[in-house]
Structure formats: C-alpha cells, structure tokens
C-alpha cells in the first residue's frame, strides 16, 4: 500500500507595496484650505459687485439717454411741422456734443432722413441695425452690438403732433463708458484679490502652526509611549 505525499500549502504571497507619493505637512494643508477659502470668498464678492456695478451704471444711462431722446422730440416736432431742416441740424449737433451719444438720426414720416450726425445720410432713407424691432406708437429702446462703436443702446421716439405722426427720431448711446468703468473696476477687484490672499497666505501660516502644534505635541507623546516611555505627559493648554 502506498503512501500519497502530503500537499504543501501555498505560501501566502505578501501585498505588493504601494509607491507612496509626496505627503504634505498638516500645516501646508491647513494653510492650502484657509488661502483657497479667502480666494474664493474675495473673488465671489468682487464678481457680485462688479455685477451691481453694471446694472447701476447701465440704468442711469439709459435714464439718461431717454431723457436725451425725449427732449430732442420735443424740440424736433415743430422743426418738422415747418420743414426747419437747419434747427432739426442744430438740434442733432448740439446731442452729439455728449461724448457717450454714438448717433442721432430724425427722419419725417415717409422715412426720409432729414436731419442726421452723418451728413452723408440726409435726404436717404432711414436705415435702422438689423433685428432691430420696427418703431410703431410707442418708445423703443434695445441693446445691440455694432464692430465700431461696441454695444449701444438704441432710442426710437416716435414724433406725433396732435395725435398725427410727423416722423421719428433716432438716438444711439454708447455703452463705451460702462465698459471702460468696469475694466477699471476688475483690474481694482484683481489688486484687492492679490492683497487679500497675500493677508491669507499670512494668517494662514501662523493659523495652521497654532492649530497643529498641540498635534505635533500628541503624536509626540505617542511615539514615546510606543518606545515604552510612559513617563509622558502633555499639558492641556487650551479649554476647547
């Protein structure tokens, strides 16, 4: 009778171990989370008040331009009602001596340019930006955007006398001036940033060493115990 040999039992095989990659410091982490969090918090609040900015310095041109609009159409219906091409010239002159009007056109009621900032376009017929909405009884005022002259603000009067259309009138303004205010408010915002994340940087340094030196401490103490020392003791410094 024969004896069958006893199986050897496969040996475990040991884990393979992993490369460990570069480890931060807790104070390098620390001080990573409190910069991220001053970046974030700043730029959030600049990009809402630039936002503000905006919104404010757009509705008081536009205020301001309908006001503009509104008193050329009263100055223009009687010039129109006699044929005063001079004073509806004058009138058109004297707007485009706002440095933020982009153009002023007043047409009679057939289309036929009469008065205009480009003298060129007297006596043609009104051409109006496309996609603009034709002007019917009432106000228009839209925002398009043109390759030289930016994004305007664009305001159609229509001009009635005595509830009888007499012609219309055209005033482009500029929205140049929003933009360069903004520029200048994100360049500001962007200086304000740097220097609030330089202060961050700052605290955060000593933040993060206040924070991980009573960690430091702990682990300290641990190593030594684990060396057999238990001898160790670590003052409580704070109530928290």
Same mark, same amino acid.
């Given at each position: 009778?024969?004896?069958?040999?006893?199986?050897?039992?496969?040996?475990?095989?040991?884990?393979?171990?992993?490369? @460990?990659?570069?480890?931060?410091?807790?104070?390098?982490?620390?001080? *990573? +989370?409190?910069?991220?969090?001053?970046?974030?918090?700043?730029?959030?609040?600049? #990009?809402?008040?630039?936002?503000?900015?905006?919104? !404010?310095?757009?509705?008081?041109?536009?205020?301001?331009?309908?006001?503009?609009?509104?008193?050329?159409?009263?100055?223009?219906?009687?010039?129109?009602?006699?044929?005063?091409?001079?004073?509806? &010239? +004058?009138?058109?002159?004297?707007?485009?001596?706002?440095?933020?009007?982009?153009?002023?056109?007043?047409?009679?009621?057939?289309?036929?340019?009469?008065?205009?900032?480009? +003298?060129?376009?007297?006596?043609?017929?009104?051409?109006?930006?496309?996609?603009?909405?034709?002007?019917?009884?009432?106000?228009?005022? @839209?925002?398009?955007? !043109?390759?030289?002259? %930016?994004?305007?603000?664009?305001?159609?009067?229509?001009?009635?006398?005595?509830?009888?259309?007499? %012609?219309?009138?055209?005033?482009?303004?500029?929205?140049?001036?929003?933009?360069?205010?903004?520029?200048?408010?994100?360049?500001?915002?962007?200086?304000?940033?740097?220097?609030?994340?330089?202060?961050?940087?700052?605290?955060?340094?000593? *933040?993060? &060493?206040? *924070?991980?030196?009573?960690?430091?401490?702990?682990? @300290?103490?641990?190593? #030594?115990?684990?060396?057999?020392?238990? &001898?160790?003791?670590?003052?409580? !410094?704070?109530?928290?």
């Amino acid at each position: 009778m024969s004896l069958a040999a006893p199986a050897t039992a496969a040996q475990p095989t040991p884990p393979t171990p992993r490369p @460990r990659g570069m480890r931060l410091p807790l104070k390098v982490k620390l001080s *990573l +989370v409190i910069i991220a969090l001053v970046f974030l918090t700043v730029s959030l609040v600049s #990009a809402f008040l630039i936002r503000q900015e905006q919104l !404010t310095l757009t509705a008081e041109m536009t205020k301001r331009g309908l006001t503009i609009a509104e008193n050329l159409s009263a100055g223009a219906k009687s010039s129109l009602l006699a044929s005063d091409e001079l004073t509806l &010239n +004058v009138l058109v002159k004297d707007a485009m001596k706002d440095p933020d009007v982009a153009y002023v056109a007043i047409a009679d009621e057939n289309g036929t340019v009469l008065a205009h900032s480009d +003298v060129g376009e007297i006596g043609k017929p009104i051409t109006r930006p496309a996609g603009l909405e034709q002007l019917g009884s009432e106000p228009l005022v @839209r925002t398009y955007k !043109t390759k030289p002259k %930016g994004e305007v603000i664009d305001f159609a009067m229509p001009l009635v006398f005595s509830d009888t259309p007499v %012609g219309a009138l055209y005033l482009g303004f500029s929205k140049q001036a929003i933009t360069d205010a903004l520029a200048h408010a994100f360049w500001r915002a962007v200086i304000i940033t740097g220097a609030m994340v330089v202060v961050g940087v700052l605290g955060a340094i000593g *933040l993060s &060493n206040l *924070l991980s030196r009573p960690i430091f401490r702990l682990v @300290r103490g641990t190593r #030594a115990i684990a060396e057999g020392d238990f &001898n160790v003791g670590l003052p409580v !410094t704070s109530r928290d």
